[in-house]
């Protein structure tokens, strides 16, 4: 036959060998080349709720999850849950927007002062606009949430300069910004806390060239003041919980996580070998699992489906630590799809406002 440029490519670059002849809970789509990560490496992690995922693998996994940010002495382990404490490296919340994560980097090393500074909640107390839940029961005063905000930055500002694998979770494209400076919020103003005035704040959805410029910007401040940091990107395959465009969400959900996988590739494509995209998306969301990887409400992430996502990342970056792949065990591939678990998600405050 003759020769083609298809001619001599691997098996994994062709769907019937590497995905339609390949047990579902076996198919591995991870990088190739990739940076390692060693047990003594500090592993930080931000982003939507299914960076949460990550971290909790990442523990279980035995690698060196990093926190900046630790509870205090005397919290009871439930309370610190509650609180956030270790659920990120610091006490950020939720990260959605792409434009969060380069403000909360300018915010951390004094480059960026939003003039919107607290949220009062009908209650009476107050919260930060800027990671809304990290207190259910609120702060008593402007004053008391002013400083919990200056330890929090201090610890973001530890966290960039000395982590050494940073792993991002991409979100969603909508939100809302205040319209003076630009600033990137994680939740609408009035959903908790604060109220809604569209002359203060503005909707936006952004498209891949924004995203793809904050991705970019990200890398560019954290290598500045750390060159050695490796980042590894990941879309969460996590649906929106609603959307304020008026279409249907699954619509708006399609958008979204199209514009964050194109950029995410558009920017791991430079070839920067610190920079790397792990395909948590691709395997969650794929056909191939057939829904098996969303719980009932379809939108929830199985047990099972981070489990596969975290063998692969573990084959990926960890090799010497990976797990056999669980193909040849038709109890194990039923085991596979079983149980979920709960994470916080600032999302579902959007429902729960509106109940």
């Not at 670059?13 to 076996?26: C, G, S, T």
């Not at 995922?53 to 309370?79: C, D, I, K, M, Y």
């Not at 979204?256 to 969650?284: N, Q, T």
Request: net charge negative; glycine share 8%; aromatic share 10%.
């Amino acid at each position: 036959m003759a020769s083609n440029p298809y001619s001599d490519l691997p098996a994994e670059q062709f769907w019937r060998k590497a995905v339609a002849n390949v047990a579902p809970f076996a198919v591995d789509p991870r990088p190739h080349g990739a940076f390692t990560i060693a047990r003594t490496d500090r592993v930080a992690t931000a982003g939507s709720c299914f960076a949460q995922r990550v971290a909790q693998a990442l523990r279980s996994a035995g690698f060196n999850f990093h926190v900046t940010e630790a509870a205090p002495g005397g919290l009871s382990p439930a309370e610190a849950e509650a609180r956030q404490f270790g659920t990120y490296t610091a006490r950020y919340g939720n990260l959605y927007l792409t434009r969060q994560f380069t403000q909360l980097f300018d915010r951390a090393f004094g480059r960026f002062e939003p003039e919107l500074t607290v949220w009062e909640r009908p209650d009476g107390r107050y919260v930060d606009p800027f990671r809304p839940t990290i207190e259910p029961a609120g702060f008593d005063s402007p004053a008391a949430m002013a400083a919990s905000r200056e330890a929090h930055l201090a610890a973001v500002r530890r966290m960039f300069e000395t982590l050494d694998v940073f792993v991002v979770t991409l979100g969603l494209t909508e939100g809302f910004r205040y319209r003076a400076d630009g600033a990137a919020l994680p939740l609408a103003p009035g959903v908790a806390g604060g109220s809604f005035d569209p002359d203060l704040y503005e909707f936006v959805n952004v498209g891949a060239a924004e995203v793809t410029a904050d991705l970019r910007g990200l890398s560019d401040r954290l290598w500045s003041v750390n060159p050695a940091a490796r980042v590894i990107l990941t879309v969460s395959p996590v649906p929106l919980i609603a959307t304020y465009l008026p279409q249907h969400v699954m619509i708006s959900n399609t958008y979204s996580k199209a514009v964050l996988r194109a950029a995410a590739g558009e920017v791991c494509a430079a070839g920067d070998p610190r920079l790397v995209y792990f395909p948590s998306f691709d395997l969650i969301t794929s056909n191939v699992n057939a829904g098996r990887y969303y719980a009932e409400d379809q939108r929830s992430i199985t047990d099972a489906g981070v489990r596969h996502v975290m063998r692969c990342f573990l084959a990926t970056f960890a090799p010497d630590s990976a797990r056999p792949t669980l193909a040849s065990s038709a109890g194990a591939s039923a085991a596979e799809f079983e149980g979920t678990a709960g994470v916080i998600c600032d999302e579902e405050q959007i429902e729960r406002s509106v109940a």
